[in-house]
């Protein structure tokens, strides 16, 4: 009973965060740049203040798409992000921006979850069938070797949650500097800017703590099941 509160209210906080995080950009996508530049002029400075020519810009398609590779080295933003003179957009390009920087600088939380994406990308793949195929022969030795392997993958996945915040919130905060010592933002938007970002946060926040304690919760299904 616990765990479906605690679930139940992990889920809601979600619901909350993105719902926020949506209406937020929404509404500094109203409010404009003095200085008129765009997401994609905003992430083009940054990078060349950093130091950094070998980063591509890129326009994708969806909303809050937005991305860093480090594969193949592109800042990709969402085209209402890309095209947009916004404070919304400007914080989003910066974000994205600071990943680029985190990378040219060796970042370890980077490079750690860098590492982790290939495990990650099998993980999703199979953890689910692996976990299901485990309860429902749980009484075998088979069953309990394949709930094992599962909750070993599906942990390395809440890892992998909370190796990203770190990575997000210093991203944030490489941003919201340079923008300011840059004088992208002023003493009006700034603070606009760094609320934007803080929501977004929020969003790896609540996943991070869904994702562990679903993993409580396979854990619990496989005493459970053995005892």
Same mark, same amino acid.
């Given at each position: 009973?616990?765990?479906?509160?605690?679930?139940?209210?992990?889920?809601?906080?979600?619901?909350?965060?993105?719902?926020?995080?949506?209406?937020?950009?929404?509404?500094?996508?109203?409010?404009?740049?003095?200085?008129?530049?765009?997401?994609?002029?905003?992430?083009?400075?940054?990078?060349?203040?950093?130091?950094?020519?070998?980063?591509?810009?890129?326009?994708?398609?969806?909303?809050?798409?937005?991305?860093?590779?480090?594969?193949?080295?592109?800042?990709?933003?969402?085209?209402?992000?890309?095209?947009?003179?916004?404070?919304?957009? @400007?914080? =989003?390009?910066?974000?994205?921006? /600071?990943?680029?920087?985190?990378?040219? #600088? $060796?970042? &370890?939380?980077? !490079? %750690? *979850?860098?590492?982790?994406?290939?495990?990650?990308?099998?993980?999703?793949?199979?953890?689910?069938?692996?976990?299901?195929?485990?309860?429902?022969?749980?009484?075998?030795?088979?069953?309990?070797?394949?709930?094992?392997?599962?909750?070993?993958?599906?942990?390395?996945?809440?890892?992998?949650?909370?190796?990203?915040?770190?990575?997000?919130?210093?991203?944030?905060?490489? @941003?919201? =500097?340079?923008?300011?010592?840059? /004088?992208?933002?002023?003493?009006?938007? #700034? $603070?606009? &800017?760094?609320? !934007? %970002? *803080?929501?977004?946060?929020?969003?790896?926040?609540?996943?991070?703590?869904?994702?562990?304690?679903?993993?409580?919760?396979?854990?619990?299904?496989?005493?459970?099941?053995?005892?």
């Amino acid at each position: 009973m616990m765990y479906w509160v605690l679930f139940i209210g992990i889920a809601l906080a979600s619901y909350v965060v993105q719902a926020s995080l949506k209406s937020k950009f929404a509404k500094y996508s109203k409010i404009p740049l003095d200085n008129g530049m765009t997401g994609r002029e905003v992430a083009e400075k940054m990078l060349h203040d950093s130091g950094i020519n070998d980063v591509t810009v890129n326009s994708t398609n969806g909303t809050l798409t937005d991305f860093y590779n480090p594969a193949n080295k592109t800042v990709n933003l969402s085209e209402e992000v890309y095209g947009s003179c916004s404070v919304a957009a @400007a914080a =989003v390009a910066a974000h994205e921006c /600071g990943h680029a920087v985190q990378h040219a #600088h $060796a970042y &370890a939380p980077l !490079a %750690l *979850r860098s590492k982790l994406v290939p495990v990650v990308n099998f993980a999703s793949q199979w953890v689910m069938w692996l976990i299901l195929g485990g309860m429902l022969m749980m009484r075998t030795s088979m069953g309990s070797n394949l709930m094992i392997v599962g909750i070993v993958l599906f942990a390395v996945t809440t890892l992998f949650s909370f190796i990203t915040l770190p990575v997000e919130i210093n991203a944030s905060k490489r @941003a919201l =500097v340079w923008l300011s010592g840059a /004088g992208i933002t002023n003493s009006y938007n #700034h $603070a606009k &800017a760094e609320d !934007a %970002l *803080r929501s977004a946060a929020y969003t790896y926040v609540v996943a991070a703590l869904g994702s562990l304690a679903t993993l409580v919760y396979y854990i619990m299904i496989f005493n459970n099941r053995r005892s």
